[in-house]
């Protein structure tokens, strides 16, 4: 059909099929897309495709950034456009992700933050308090965050335990510039909190029996930080 020369003699010049679609049927088949890297090349057909990359960002409820090769800027243009979001992940890996502060407070900005459940920002060394507090200060929906293996301090606890009521996990893996006084701040403000993940953080054992003390079925992991002897049964209760 596409090369015919008979009959109307225009047959050359037919729109191809998939440039007849509508947009909305566009922004489906791209909201299949995992590659953010075809994402982008498809964006830069035309202006009707790029509607349509737009629309499929809007529809998406979960961006992972994990093991693609991103940056700030174009980190949030992604996350500006997906209003529907609930769960973002840029974690970084060796070849992967590399968000920093001023990143997280272009992201801040999204529509979307507010209704966040889950963020992700796992490896992220580029991080500090000032980037995490930003973010975390409008993402009053979050119900599951990770800073493993960032360089964040009290001052991004103080924030979560402020301003992320409906807190219920959250995994603190190797941050070690967290003191007993931030896990004592967040669990006795987050009461929904069920698990916290404490992995190679430097604090002392008689601060998790205290956790303890506050909310009794708060899981920490990893499970060997507990106490198991009789010094449990004999911390004060106030």
Known sequence: MRGGGGGGGGGGDQEPDIDRLPIDLLAQIFALFTS???????????????????ESLAW???????????????????????????ELDISRSRWSCQITDYGLK??????CISNLSSVSLWGSTAITDKGVVQLISRAASLQHLNVGGTFITDAS????????????????????HVTEKGLLVLVNKCHKLESINVWGMRIPAS???????????????PKRMLLTDERLSMWPVY
């Open 36 to 54: 953010f890297k075809d994402l982008a090349q498809a964006s830069s057909v035309c202006r009707k495709w790029r509607q349509g990359v737009k």
């Open 60 to 86: 998406r409820e979960r961006l992972s950034f994990s093991g693609w090769k991103m940056d700030d800027d174009s980190s949030t243009r992604l996350v500006l456009l997906a209003y529907s979001l609930k």
């Open 106 to 111: 272009q992201i801040s900005t999204a529509k």
């Open 157 to 176: 606890l103080f924030a979560v335990a402020d301003s992320c009521p409906h807190l219920k996990t959250i995994v603190m893996w190797g941050c070690r």
């Open 207 to 221: 601060c998790f029996v205290g956790l303890l003390t506050i909310s009794p079925a708060l899981q920490i992991q």
